[in-house]
């Protein structure tokens, strides 16, 4: 186990009740049960703590795979599983099929698009274990994840909040990874990713949950870390394993997740401006983003007040870092046309949509305060 926050005393203090008993859903929301569910504590080994799992979904067709691993390596099985559908216009039912011998297990919820961290609330508001695992709807565990899961709950201590699992992201073998492959490779050195984290389900609800501001699949989770640990908690890395595959993207991934810079500022503004070290976030090119469009906006102003020969220095500086930029992207991939063309596209407009994503974000939580939870 791994004990986080240097400086906090080891085990945990009460947190502070939020105006939150549970996480709730809200009017309109929908349930429905696949089946009648059933504990089967026949079935359950009577040594695992018990668990529950929430999987949050966009109906995307990975999250068939995701049942059928989930239904062929928990041993023992979770007492539930919550499917959140947070699909913004649901156009039929989810395909459960990969649920299999789970099936009477498995519950819907819907949360019409408000994000995975609302979706995750409306799951937590229904969990009855004393443990509930967060899983994405693109991973799939692997064959003995249940024991494993088993052993790492055991081995949590009084003041451990949450056990983290580990995550693998499989790469070709025959060629260089891809900028896009790359990036999700990263996961598998994420802190405290709800990709596979099992919580204490009381701990989480009284902590308030999950931010719900955090609109899109980032920093929700290295938020809800921070605030257990502030509060005295610790986390824990444990011993099972999840494979997280590379989802199809088209080129201009790359480009829309630049609006996760406006999340950062959030986590800025209610974490102050270390959290990136506390929740062991890689930095990012942020800096060198804001310096690059500095340097193209200055260049523009130049030009069109008549200064030709400061302008063309401001150009020139825009142009080496941006050619920098698109450099450190190429040079580790598999440097294909169509990977080049990519890379040269979406490195010019990276930057700028980086530092207008953060300044938007900062004006739009420059009055955030501390999550209180669900009301």
């Given at each position: ?217 980032f920093r929700e989770d290295a938020d809800l870390a921070l605030r257990l640990m502030d509060g005295g908690w610790t986390l824990g890395r444990g011993t099972r394993s999840t494979l997280h ?131």
């Amino acid at each position: 186990m791994l004990r986080l926050g240097p400086g906090r005393p080891a085990g945990h203090r009460p947190l502070p009740r939020p105006p939150f008993e549970g996480v709730h859903v809200t009017a309109g929301d929908e349930e429905r049960r696949v089946k009648t569910a059933a504990p089967h504590e026949a079935q359950d080994a009577p040594s695992a703590d018990p668990y529950s799992v929430v999987i949050p979904t966009i109906g995307r067709r990975c999250l068939d795979a995701c049942l059928r691993a989930l239904a062929e390596a928990a041993v023992p099985p979770p007492r539930e599983v919550f499917v959140v559908d947070d699909r913004r216009d649901a156009d039929g039912p989810l395909d459960l099929t990969g649920a299999g011998p789970l099936a009477d297990r498995v519950t819907v919820l819907a949360t019409g698009g408000r994000g995975p961290a609302a979706a995750r609330n409306a799951g937590l508001c229904h969990v009855a274990t004393p443990w509930v695992v967060f899983l994405d709807d693109d991973v799939q565990v692997r064959p003995g994840w249940g024991a494993l899961l088993a052993h790492d709950l055991a081995q949590a201590g009084p003041g451990t909040a949450g056990v983290q699992g580990r995550l693998t992201v499989p790469l070709p073998d025959d060629r260089r990874p891809t900028d896009w492959e790359r990036c999700t490779a990263g996961l598998e050195e994420a802190a405290w990713a709800t990709a596979d984290m099992a919580y204490r389900t009381e701990t989480v609800r009284r902590a308030g949950g999950f931010d719900e501001r955090f609109l899109r699949a980032f920093r929700e989770d290295a938020d809800l870390a921070l605030r257990l640990m502030d509060g005295g908690w610790t986390l824990g890395r444990g011993t099972r394993s999840t494979l997280h595959p590379v989802r199809p993207a088209d080129r201009w991934v790359s480009v829309r997740t630049q609006r996760g810079n406006a999340d950062d500022a959030l986590m800025n503004r209610i974490h102050g401006p270390d959290w990136w070290t506390r929740a062991e976030a890689p930095r990012g090119r942020l800096p060198g983003h804001l310096a690059v469009t500095a340097t193209g906006l200055t260049a523009a102003a130049l030009a069109l007040t008549g200064h030709r020969r400061a302008a063309a220095v401001a150009g020139a500086l825009w142009a080496a870092g941006t050619a920098e930029f698109t450099w450190a992207r190429i040079a580790p991939g598999p440097r294909t046309a169509a990977e080049v063309a990519t890379m040269i596209g979406t490195s010019v407009v990276i930057p700028p949509l980086a530092a207008l994503h953060r300044a938007l974000g900062a004006i739009r939580h420059r009055s955030a305060a501390a999550w209180g939870g669900t009301a």
